[in-house]
């Protein structure tokens, strides 16, 4: 979730731009520019840094398991390679 004391300093920002001569609605504006940030950000499809991390390390996990199956099949694949070439160098039996 979104720091909601950053959401508040941006309000303030965005409330500090606003011309001298507009500026006695400024507590007012503050919370509606608070209260748009906040809709918008709801809207958007976002995750906490946590939840993130977490991610990133079942990915990291994942990425490691791939690369063993890799070598693995790889290891499988030349053992096929070579029991298929010595069969082939191998004359059948006479009857």
Request: proline letters at 5%; glycine letters at 4%; zero cysteines.
């Amino acid at each position: 979730m979104i720091d909601l004391s950053q959401i508040d300093d941006l309000a303030r920002r965005l409330s500090g731009l606003v011309p001298p001569a507009l500026r006695e609605g400024r507590e007012e504006m503050q919370e509606n520019f608070k209260s748009a940030l906040q809709a918008g950000l709801a809207k958007l499809d976002l995750v906490t840094r946590e939840e993130f991390d977490v991610q990133r390390a079942v990915l990291a996990r994942t990425r490691g398991q791939l690369d063993e199956l890799r070598a693995l099949v790889e290891q499988l694949e030349a053992r096929l390679a070579e029991q298929d070439k010595h069969r082939s160098d191998t004359p059948p039996p006479h009857a």
